[in-house]
């Protein structure tokens, strides 16, 4: 190589040519690249009609490339012209060319895969030299890989549209595609119309499906309402709606998910209660599945098909009761909490082995969840709690397991879940992960200093969540702090306080209803010094950094810490607030009670304050751990214990704790009646009782 060909410097408006015919994959990555050098050098790329003056080259691949013959294989080769040196970006197949392109902008331009969601600082640039070097792309640990982008419900709310556009969709696609992922379900019951599917097709990424929604079809019930959801009496009509699906999207890069759950992701004998047995489900279950594989199989060549050992259908195929085709790929879940084992069932948790034994021959994948919906302890609005360690032994041994065929990760809201997400990138692609040094290089990728001080925060989040029960995964979420909570309000202002609450046995056992809220005060009050301690840290490096780096820390480290503090607040001075009133204590029920609704607001005032810039209204569609419905649940518990004892004028209160006592004897009610706020007595109240020593703080 001469000394010309040493390196390629670009700089200004860098010339590129697109060979022979650019399919959608490859026109939305070279929008990508024009974008993202346009960025960092100041100048918009031209797109020239001739080889001979580019100086970038994008193209397949030929024969004398010698580029690795696999799907998805790219890399760079370089020539000269000249003087002119050009750099050739080359893909095995249009996917490859995708790859190529998204790694040039990481390696050379510094476009981080998450830098849309991270805020990235992107450093402008005069010149980029790039060495003219060989390179092959390594094969990827998982052939397929992608995301369930599920609990969505911030991407709905974020914009006005519906179901969400383009505007949202492509910089959920690109991130995925950034990382080296080829695999999506893009929401869970989107609207049928909505651009979701064509976009993710477009952009290159094969498609595939929910576990309850097989082949993509239909639900039956909303095409077929009133009708009876069973495929024993309706088989004519679930097949006229799988037929439809595989008409619609034969034309695509498709996994086709077989499965048989009810209407609503529920097991179908909820819906046909004849199926009693696990003989006779395990055999409608198989039996439908041959089915959605034979008429697959009659429309699509080579397709490529999986079954979701998921919830119930994995307790079936692990006793026996299902047998399934030999080609199709095994998909085992975890719990929801980074455990490959059964999931938990509203109080029962049996934690069965979700990995193939050693014996099931075919080929295995993974549904794995970073982020989860149960109504229970789970992790929505905030990072994954546990430890990085935790999903790298999990998916380690998944992979040992012979379960790296399929890697399909439940990523949510993407902003929240940036660094779990990235921890799941380097498995898919490299088959391990050195977590400590994965981090160091996550953290320094998207900030500019105190790097050790970051990760250490990083670090000792999982060390700060609140262990719920007895297993390495039992670490609470911010779901914790609030489906619990309401059910409590919900069970004590019913009038049931008088019997447990059956909904939390999981987490309390089957004990009084006084139990069930003291154990969950036991288990808070720990938490509340363990996240006010990680936020005095957190708060201490955020002082030291610069105002882009602090902005990004703040949404993606002291927000979490932030809905995690204030929703163990809260739930603590609720759980305060029930044994105060049991003892008949009103007016100290009622300022635990303010302190819980103050906690909570603090909540609810953080999702606001995250809805900066591009992120406005980003969190106005939070339906799932749902802030604002406990701020109004507790409020209306506050309303209600206020009943007793103070009403109905609302003065009694203040007249017996607060009116100075010579006042008490001569006042005059035409003048004195005017009933303070909910907030001002509380506050006043509080003052007074810690005064006097009435109302232990804590």
Sequence with gaps: MSELMDQLRLEGHVRIYAAGERPAPVEHALRMLQRDLETVLGAQPEIVTTLGEAQMVIRLAEEADHCPQRPEAYGYRSSQDGDNVQLHIIGYDELGIVYGILEFTRRYLGIQPFWYWMDQSIERRNKIVIPCENYDSSEAKVRYRGWFVNDEVCLIGWKEPYPPTRE????????????????????????????????????????????????????????????????????????????????????????????????????????????????????????????????????????????????????????GYIDLPEDVIKIWADNGYGKMVSRRHNNLNYRVNALPAADDGGKHGVYYHVTFHDLQASNHLTLYPGPAGLLKQEIEHAFAARAHEYLLVNSGNIRQH????????ELWLNGEINAELHLDLFVSSYYSSHHDELAALYRSYAEAAIPYGPNEDDLAGDEYYHHPARQIIGHWLQGKAGTPDSRLIWAVGDVPFAEQVKGFEERLAPGIRKWTEWLARCNEVLAKLEPGDQRRAIDQLRFHGELHLSGCEGFYWLSRAYGEFAAQRYPQAFVFASESLWSYRRGLAALRESEHGKWERFYQADWLTNIESTVHNVDTLRRFIRMFGDS????????????????????????????????????RLKQHFTTNKECDSR
């Design 168 to 319: 949202v969709w492509e910089p959920v696609f690109e991130a995925l595609l950034r990382c080296g992922g080829n695999m999506v379900i893009p929401g869970t019951d989107l609207p049928k119309d909505g651009i979701h599917y064509t976009l993710a097709a477009e952009m290159g990424l094969w498609v595939t499906h929910h576990h309850a929604e097989p082949l993509g079809a239909e639900m039956f019930l909303r095409a077929f309402p009133g009708r009876m959801a069973s495929y024993q009496q309706e088989p004519e009509l679930f097949e006229q709606l799988w037929q439809e699906a595989i008409n619609e999207q034969k034309g695509r890069k498709v996994l086709w998910v077989l499965s048989f759950r009810g209407q609503g992701d529920a097991p179908f004998w909820m819906n046909d209660p004849s199926f009693d047995t696990s003989e006779k489900r395990g055999a409608m279950i198989s039996k439908v599945i041959r089915r959605q594989y034979e008429m697959i199989g009659s429309a699509v060549p080579d397709p490529v098909c999986c079954v979701a050992l998921y919830g119930e259908i994995s307790e079936l195929y692990k006793g």
């Design 648 to 683: 109905p004028d609302f003065f009694l209160w203040y007249k017996a704790y607060l009116m100075p006592e010579t006042e008490k004897y001569i006042y005059l009610e035409n003048t004195h009646r005017n009933p303070l706020s909910d907030d001002e007595l509380a506050e």
């Design 418 to 425: 940036v660094y779990s997400l990235d921890i799941m990138r």
